[in-house]
């Protein structure tokens, strides 16, 4: 009898709650949110940072990881600084800075991956920063160089499966640059042109050609070999 009385207490008053929500101003904010894609991008940035920490979490480091990851660092910064080129708005075309990463990622897998291409992004953003808005910053550095460590998922793979993978985290690295574009850096667009164009052309630009480079690299590199020597040098040591 209680429990029958409590069960009614408990649905009347979820129906009073229910009752009491506007449904129609929920459809005028989902009918309102392409009008605030800073809103909508913000909101994807805080989902993407939850889901990295998420993957973080199941990080497990050692002193033989965290040597590779500060080598790999190390050296994809100074590749970083020799550029060929170097765009106005952020972004250049280096002597394969993605590489390191890749290959950490590679070794690793993913979360470990994913762990370096975000330290390597905060360094990217120290060492050269182009600030428009905090959530551009999220985008064009932690979460774009993040996008890395899915070349992970294809660690032990084939050569062009490898290869696959590396064009796959090069794409989302492109995709997250070019979200940035459309919201934030659409204004540069010349007359005419629309900010989805120029922000495809202007990362495209870039990403294009450094991209190919690592990619004819990692092709020609004997990952595993490399990878077993690491292993034999840190047990020796």
Not at 114 to 138: A, N, R, W
Not at 202 to 209: F, H, K, M, V
Request: glycine share 10%; net charge positive.
């Amino acid at each position: 009898m209680l429990n029958n009385i409590l069960l009614s207490v408990f649905f009347k008053g979820f129906t009073l709650n229910f009752k009491g929500i506007d449904l129609k101003s929920i459809k005028e904010g989902f009918a309102d949110a392409p009008k605030h894609p800073l809103a909508i991008f913000s909101l994807i940035a805080i989902v993407l940072l939850g889901f990295l920490f998420i993957k973080l979490r199941k990080v497990k480091l050692n002193t033989k990881i965290i040597t590779h990851i500060g080598v790999a660092l190390a050296l994809g910064t100074v590749l970083k600084m020799i550029k060929f080129y170097q765009m106005p708005n952020g972004g250049s075309v280096s002597l394969g800075s993605m590489v390191p990463i890749f290959l950490i990622a590679l070794f690793y897998g993913p979360e470990i991956g994913i762990l370096t291409g975000l330290l390597f992004g905060i360094l990217d953003f120290l060492l050269g920063p182009y600030i428009m808005h905090p959530i551009q910053v999220l985008f064009d550095y932690p979460l774009a160089f993040s996008a890395l460590g899915i070349a992970g998922y294809f660690k032990d793979k084939n050569k062009i499966q490898t290869i696959l993978g590396v064009i796959l985290a090069l794409f989302i690295r492109f995709l997250f640059h070019f979200i940035s574009g459309i919201i934030f850096y659409g204004s540069y667009a010349e007359p005419g042109q629309s900010a989805a164009a120029y922000s495809f052309w202007y990362n495209l630009s870039y990403i294009g050609p450094e991209g190919i480079l690592c990619i004819i690299v990692l092709a020609f590199l004997p990952i595993k070999q490399i990878y077993k020597i690491l292993e034999k040098t840190s047990l020796s040591n």
